[in-house]
Structure formats: C-alpha cells, structure tokens
C-alpha cells in the first residue's frame, strides 16, 4: 500500500491524480505548511528535504515529482501513463517533467520562497515582481511546442499531464499573461473535467 | 549515432561522461557560453531552451540531464547504468538526478545567473552572498544519506555518479563550506581518477 503526503495547492496534486490514474491502492496525509508539518522531527524522518510530496512506499520512500511520477508509471503498467518500451519516447516524456521541475516550478517558486536564494526584502520583492515574466516565458515553450496536443506527448494521455496540469493551477497567482497561453488553458480546462482529476483535487481541497 | 552539444564547467559533463561509461558512439559539439552560441538561430533550432546540454539522436533531440542520463542508461543496458528492472530503485537513482538537477544546481546557478529571477544588481549581489549556505546544505543532505557508498547507490556505480561529479565541480567556486563534505569530496577525487572520466574532461578541456 501506498501514502501519499500532499499539501494543497504544491506539486503533490500531480501525483496524486497520478495515484488515480494508475488504479493504486493508496492513502493519503495532509501536511499542513501553515502549521509547518513540513519541518516537525516525524515528517523530517519520513523526508529529510522537509518538502512535499514524499511517497512511502513497501521498499521504502520516494521524492521528486519526476521520480514519483515515472515510479508509478513503472509500477502500474497497465495504466499505460508513459510509452515504458520505447526510451526516446519515454526520454521525452521525462524530459517535459523535468523542465517543469527545474525551470517553470523554480520561477513559481521565487514568489513565495525567495528566502531559499536571497536574505532581503528587497530582493524577494524583485523577485516577485520578475514571476509574471518568467512563468510566462516558461509555459510559452509549452504553448508553442512542446504541449503537442490534444495531450501533452499527443494522443495519448501520460504523467506529463497531471503534472502540467497541477502547475497550470498557479499561472493566475503568479501574474502570468493568459492571453499568450490558449492551448495550456485548454489543456487545464479538459484535464480539470477529468473524474480522476475532480476526485484528487476534492479530497485535497476537502481537507483544508 | 548521438551527437552531444556541451559547454565546458556545465552540466552537460554528467551527459558526456555517461555516454562514455555507455560505450555509445558519439560525436560532441562545442557550445560557447562566451559567443553566446546558445542563442544562436542555429543552435535555438536545434533547443529552443537556449540552453545545454542537447543530445542528438536518431529520433530527435533530447534535453534535460536526468532526462538524458536515464535515456542513456535506458539505451545500453549492457552497460548497467541504472537498476533498469527493479522500479522502486529506478526512482531513487531518478529523485537523486532530479534533487540535483531541481534543488543542487538551482542553488549554484543563482551565482551567475539571477538575471532569471530578478532585476536589480542589489537582488543578485544578495543571491551571490547566500550561493556558499544554500550550496553547503544541498550537499549537506548527499553527504549525510543520499551518498551511501561508495558509490551514490552504494556498491553500483550508476548514472547518478557523473552528475554528482558535475556538480562537485563547483563547489570551490561556489564557496561552499569543504569541510562539511568529506564524502562527497572522497567520491568526487575517485571519479575523477576513472579514465572515463579522464577523457570526458580532456575533450571538453582541449576544446576552451
């Protein structure tokens, strides 16, 4: 059995819908980051990044969105979340997750935790001020390009979806021009009807 | 045949270093961060992130490291690279790659490049002055669990081990507090005595 740790609104939600999509038998706990759950003595044993998500897993634990999301591809092949036979295409699909990861979530980032690089207030406010520029330009490669349509890797639907889909949650909060993203929002709007999604996201929002 | 754009002192090195340990046939091209030939319209054709590392292949063009390193360990899997059949330790070789990809290296790159995240000289001299702290603790969790020893995941050496190497490269530069990683520094001397590793570097050396 798995347990998922999520936070509302963070990245846990595209493994979470993952979890779904796969079939998995899984649980799930909130960690509260107002309560900073995220940095008590028992989550910091289960994760020492004091971040979420973790997965527990029977052979252990799991972080990193990309990792956790290809695990349970891997694991639950049945579910057909990623082209597993094919390396350049399954290359592919780890390569959308890990620009994600590494460039369009760290832009996010610099909004809230510019304390993670930066000490004074001043630079965090020209940080913030810099988020609608470079979450826009981040998801513009998306738009023109690597979102292929109707799903992210084309016709079919994989894990680089849920993942996409969780991060297009901020793009509103984070100031970016919608105007220049009509495909990434229709991508969210068709993902959000999804039952799977709808289920994730309400027990998330649920518990709140 | 594969065709490696890498810049020397980036992270295109775990690439180059793997396709080595692979025993892959491969060609590398220069990408001079100095010319600014990763913004040239040849070069943006080929990643349109502007960026390296890119791999050529004969389906199309990857980018992202741990994207890249899984693609190669996928690709020959007589080199043994990664635990290719066992899921769960597929995923701790992939969150160790993409911990350094979208923690480790994020943290360095705020040394030279917070144009990415802000504006003003004020904000990137605040980023330089906390690279040493934020890069020490980065490596601070390797050093103290994630590197089990000898190698990353233990008595196999993997595709984790070139780009914890990469990485290594900068600690020096980025200030960090050596004496807080003896392991991490023991496992970047022993890679860098490999003749993989030898060759990778003098290519990539012979070149600047």
Chains 1, 2 share one sequence.
Request: aromatic fraction near 10%; glycine fraction near 4%.
């Amino acid at each position: 059995m798995i347990k998922l740790y999520f936070t509302p609104h963070t990245c846990s939600l595209a493994s979470h819908i993952a979890l779904e999509d796969a079939g998995a038998e899984y649980t799930t706990e909130r960690i509260s980051f107002s309560a900073e759950q995220q940095k008590s003595p028992a989550y910091v044993a289960i994760n020492p990044k004091a971040r979420v998500p973790a997965m527990v897993t029977e052979r252990g634990v799991l972080t990193e969105t990309p990792a956790m999301l290809a695990f349970i591809a891997q694991s639950f092949p049945q579910a057909k979340l990623a082209p597993l036979d094919d390396p350049f295409a399954f290359a592919e699909v780890q390569a959308f997750n890990s620009y994600l990861c590494s460039t369009v979530h760290i832009s996010h980032a610099h909004r809230m935790r510019g304390y993670r690089w930066a000490d004074e207030p001043s630079s965090f406010a020209d940080m913030q001020r810099k988020v609608p520029q470079s979450v826009t330009a981040g998801f513009e490669l998306i738009e023109h390009g690597m979102l292929k349509g109707p799903w992210v890797m084309g016709d079919s639907y994989t894990i680089c979806d849920p993942y996409l889909f969780t991060l297009a949650q901020w793009l509103e909060g984070d100031g970016a021009d919608l105007t220049r993203l009509p495909r990434v929002l229709d991508h969210r709007r068709r993902m959000s009807e999804l039952p799977n999604v709808r289920k994730a996201v309400a027990v998330e929002l649920a518990r709140t």
